[in-house]
């Protein structure tokens, strides 16, 4: 079983580390590709809105798997 503060730690490493690669991402591929000029602060500000969507989302599948597990309704041998 996995505690509430664990899911939620797991979720926020794996989504920061995917708000750094989007991060990179944007500004060394999408940007120069598609020529779209952006402040810095505006793109922080959308991909901080993507990253606190995403960790809510981790955090609230994490449980619910968590859940079905302690109720034995998973298989945990896979």
């Given amino acids: 079983m996995q505690t509430k503060t664990h899911s939620f730690i797991e979720s926020m490493l794996n989504i920061s580390s995917g708000f750094i690669i989007s991060l990179v991402i944007w500004i060394h591929v999408i940007m120069p590709l598609w020529e779209i000029e952006m402040a810095m602060t505006d793109n922080l500000g959308i991909t901080s809105i993507f990253t606190i969507s995403a960790i809510i989302r ?12 302690c109720q034995g309704l998973t298989n945990t041998s896979e």
């Avoid at 981790?58 to 597990?69: D, K, M």
Wanted: hydrophobic share 35%.
């Fill in 58 to 69: 981790s955090y609230v599948w994490r449980r619910i798997f968590n859940y079905y597990q």
